[in-house]
């Protein structure tokens, strides 16, 4: 079954290109049957680029999905115009009378400064709120799922001397199967780009399961037994080039910069990297995607 996403969002026609099946609103209404929403805060910079990542591993889903997009109201993005996030997206105070299966969180390049001095730290704090009880389930990606993890469980992020970045190997939880790695093998790819990191000790303590680990770059994806939300420290969700574009910006910024670990073939700068992590995103958002649509009630989103 196909995404459903705003008809004219810049981002339709580069997953129609990409052959992922995307519904307009007014055959998606004809449908008789329960659509899964999912809301999106999208608080990277490029927002379309986001999107489509985003909705590329959603719309790959059997079922249908009705995709929704967050921005904060307190803060407006430098890099994008105000007219198309009025166009497109929704804060909390249009959509605050709504229930969703899925909120997403993104992260945000804010890693480096405290979570109490980032401008929209408040409304994120509300937005959190009143997911637990408008929102079945929470996935947090990278500064989204640290800030997640303070906010419900008062886990702290420590700032690393230098930047973690590249693709690093992570190792699965062996102690217990989970339904949500299903067809995973032991050892897994993801992409990581961050300054700071979460203590593994901290994550235990406050009743937390690490799925995934790595010798290199440490807690790679923790999950809440209870709640099931889910806190994926890292960016499956990148294209092959992102950490190529992230390399190249900060280097013209003349920002100290090492190449990206593990990511372009014999570390030569002017050979393409090749997206060795895309089946595991595909493979993640769609045990996730089966065991929300397991676990929700029926009647959720239609209170």
Known sequence: MPIKIHDNLPARKVLLNELVDVINSSSAEKQDIRPLRFLLLNLMPKKLQTEVQFARLIGASPLQIELTLLTTNTYSPKN???????????????????????????????????????????????????????????????????????????????????????????????????????????????????????????????????????????????????????FILNHLEYDAVTLKEEFLRDKSENIGIQIPQNYFPNDDIQKDPINRWRPYAFLLFSNFINEVYQDVPFEFCNR
């Not at 959509?95 to 969180?105: A, H, P, R, S, T």
């Open 80 to 230: 994008t115009q105000k007219e198309y996030l009025i166009e497109f997206y929704k804060t909390l105070d249009e959509i605050k009378d709504n229930f969703y299966d899925v909120l997403i969180i993104t992260g945000a390049p804010i890693e480096t400064i405290d979570f109490e001095d980032v401008q929209y730290w408040n409304e994120l704090n509300n937005i959190i709120e009143w997911s637990k009880t408008n929102v079945f389930r929470r996935i947090g990606i990278c500064w989204g799922a640290q800030a997640l993890l303070k906010v419900l469980f008062n886990v702290e992020k420590y700032t690393m001397p230098d930047k973690l970045f590249g693709v690093f190997d992570h190792n699965l939880n062996q102690e217990k199967k989970y339904r949500l790695l299903q067809g995973f093998i032991d050892r897994f790819p993801m992409p990581v780009s961050r300054y700071t990191e979460v203590i593994e000790a901290e994550i235990k303590s406050a009743g937390l399961e690490i799925l995934a680990f790595s010798r290199e770059s440490g807690v790679g994806m923790v999950r809440c037994p209870k709640s099931k939300d889910l």
